[in-house]
């Protein structure tokens, strides 16, 4: 895999490409051994098949032509009834090769990305120049390694690269507890330093957030960026984390037992 942009690169190619991503990464941060069971345990197809309302609202907002070829919606069906449950039977065995998402999973999924276009800066990064689901592959000066990224979304404004990535949270009041929990500061060092590399430009970094927990009837949409201090405390994890996967990649080194602490309340 050559350093470069690349637009039309599926998110299949990507996720099996060449490189160390952010997901990689939280391994390493995890235990190093982690890293090599995710990429050759198998997985559950039939698992795979549940709907993941996540993936459908970034697929509804940043891949809307690929949504109808992956998800499928069910017809309101009276699933009390003999007739409904054979119905649905039917419409299952039909649509093996889609997700099913039911009557009122879609009608949710539909608000949901008009609440979307009803915030102001949310409509604007949709609206303005930019592009969705390009991979950027760049080498590391400092360790040498390919690394890998995927912004969902990029947009210029006034000559200034913006940099969004889409999550969906339960309740945005919960949303620096998900920065910490799911380590996306060190996401956000990652992606700026894949664009610079790539670009030679510093690009902002924007979280658009939608929630699916209703408050006072509506689903909560805010767009954040994280403050200079976090930023900072996330590259400094991105380099920790980077080295140690350049260490042990070298040396193949992937032999680790976590400690584990003794829980307080016990």
């Not at 039939?46 to 509804?60: Q, S, Y």
């Not at 809307?64 to 069906?77: D, G, T, Y």
């Not at 380099?239 to 016990?266: F, G, M, Q, T």
């Amino acid at each position: 895999m050559q350093p470069d942009i690349y637009y039309d690169m599926s998110n299949h190619d990507y996720h099996r490409g060449a490189g160390i991503s952010k997901s990689g990464l939280d391994w390493m941060e995890h235990n190093p051994s982690q890293l090599i069971w995710s990429q050759n345990a198998p997985r559950d197809q039939e698992a795979l098949k549940a709907l993941d309302f996540g993936t459908a609202t970034h697929t509804m907002l940043l891949e809307p032509e690929l949504f109808n070829q992956q998800f499928v919606v069910a017809p309101e069906l009276n699933m009390r009834t003999n007739a409904g449950k054979a119905e649905w039977k039917e419409f299952v065995e039909a649509n093996q090769d889609r997700t099913i998402m039911t009557f009122e999973e879609h009608r949710k999924l539909m608000i949901m990305r008009e609440s979307v276009f009803a915030h102001p800066v949310a409509r604007m990064i949709f609206e303005a120049n930019g592009y969705n689901e390009a991979s950027i592959f760049w080498e590391d000066e400092e360790t040498g390694e390919l690394c890998r990224i995927r912004p969902d979304r990029v947009i210029n404004l006034d000559g200034q690269p913006v940099m969004v990535d889409v999550k969906k949270v339960a309740g945005l009041d919960r949303f620096e507890r998900h920065v910490e929990e799911f380590r996306y500061h060190v996401q956000d060092a990652m992606y700026r330093e894949g664009y610079k590399a790539h670009f030679g430009e510093d690009p902002l970094f924007w979280f658009l957030c939608v929630s699916d927990t209703v408050s006072a009837g509506k689903y909560e949409v805010e767009v954040v960026s994280l403050e200079p201090e976090w930023k900072d405390l996330g590259k400094e994890i991105f380099r920790e984390n980077l080295n140690r996967y350049s260490y042990c990649r070298r040396e193949n080194d992937w032999l680790h037992v976590r400690e584990i602490k003794r829980p307080r309340w016990a």
